[in-house]
């Protein structure tokens, strides 16, 4: 397999750091972005209630391989979220139940996979939280190649490994990890002035009131 290997040389965030960025949903981290860093509306999770929130390893594969994804599945640590370009290609899956297994077993935080996989009920048995494109019968080869730890684009969104991926019924959000502090703090604040604009809908206030557009 002509595989790619980078070194993935990126700052650890500490369980402190992860617990924070749990109590941010995706859509507040993306406002905090100038709407940015979404990723398709086609990327969605297996089963309703899934969440994501963990620093990606990435992987790069070519059309119907699923090679560098079992890599990276084994040298990913736990709770890191494995981030696939598949190119898209939803008519031949690049992961399956027997991966799905591997990655539950090694305690990967979840995946996104731009591009399509299989054995959806057994990953959902599994527990594994999968974002994908597509779902098809059609399995992959193993060895054409590909890329681990470099950089991709995935849903139309560019990650690097050691970015923040959060996921939750909405779809996908990527935080470059260079602007994780900054992020996070602005959108704890956004987090308490949605509050605010909750509390004061239930007194009564009009709406357009609560979000300054009223003349």
């Known amino acids: 397999m002509a595989l790619q290997k980078h070194d993935a040389d990126f700052r650890i965030l500490s369980a402190a750091e992860l617990d924070a960025w749990r109590a941010i949903p995706p859509a507040v981290a993306s406002d905090c972005m100038n709407r940015t860093q979404v990723m398709i509306a086609r990327i969605k999770p297996i089963s309703t209630g899934m969440t994501l929130c963990g620093q990606a390893r990435t992987a790069v594969v070519m059309v119907g391989d699923c090679g560098p994804i079992c890599v990276q599945i084994e040298q990913a640590r736990p709770g890191e979220i494995v981030v696939v370009d598949a190119g898209g290609v939803e008519d031949v899956a690049v992961w399956g139940g027997m991966?799905?297994?591997?990655?539950?077993?090694?305690?990967?935080?979840?995946?996104?996979?731009?591009?399509?996989?299989?054995?959806?009920?057994?990953?959902?048995?599994?527990?594994?939280?999968?974002f994908c494109r597509a779902f098809v019968p059609r399995g992959p080869h193993h060895g054409f190649g590909g890329v681990v730890d470099g950089s991709v684009s995935v849903g139309g969104v560019p990650i690097s490994s050691g970015d923040i991926i959060l996921g939750d019924d909405d779809g996908v959000v990527v935080v470059p990890?260079?602007?994780?502090?900054?992020?996070?703090?602005?959108?704890?604040?956004?987090?308490?002035?949605?509050?605010?604009?909750?509390?004061?809908?239930?007194?009564?206030?009009?709406?357009?009131?609560?979000?300054?557009?009223?003349?």
């Open 99 to 130: 991966m799905a297994e591997a990655a539950v077993y090694r305690r990967i935080g979840g995946a996104v996979v731009d591009g399509a996989v299989r054995d959806v009920a057994d990953m959902r048995k599994a527990g594994l939280r999968m």
């Open 177 to 215: 990890l260079a602007d994780a502090d900054r992020i996070l703090k602005a959108a704890q604040q956004h987090v308490v002035k949605e509050k605010d604009w909750i509390d004061g809908l239930r007194r009564g206030e009009p709406l357009p009131d609560v979000y300054g557009t009223s003349h």
